[in-house]
């Protein structure tokens, strides 16, 4: 008889590092909206989302998906793997 194994985003251990990554990739999308010099309504705008949306994003409390992560980044006129590379060296 097998074991199955258990996936891994079904541990504690898991929740735990995703909302740590959650929070950072938040506080950077906001440090880049704010060096840009952009309303939370207007990078909504150029992002194709609404305010809400970016606010649970910047708290650390959205889970965009990555078509929404790629909109960001171009409203923010960066790279998704800098948004990425941001949120690693954050942590």
């Given amino acids: 008889m097998t074991k199955r194994r258990r996936s891994l985003r079904n541990t504690k251990a898991f929740e735990r590092e995703f909302a740590r ?9 906001k440090q880049q909206r704010l060096e840009a010099k952009l309303s939370r309504r207007e990078l909504g705008k150029r992002a194709k ?3 809400s ?9 959205g889970n965009p998906m990555l078509s929404s992560m790629e909109n ?12 990425f590379k941001l949120s690693e060296e954050n942590l």
């Fill in 49 to 51: 989302f609404n305010v």
């Fill in 53 to 61: 949306t970016l606010i649970h994003i910047e708290q650390g409390d």
């Fill in 72 to 83: 960001l980044a171009a409203a923010l006129r960066t790279s998704l793997s800098r948004l």
């Fill in 21 to 29: 990554w959650q929070k950072s990739f938040g506080i950077v999308v």
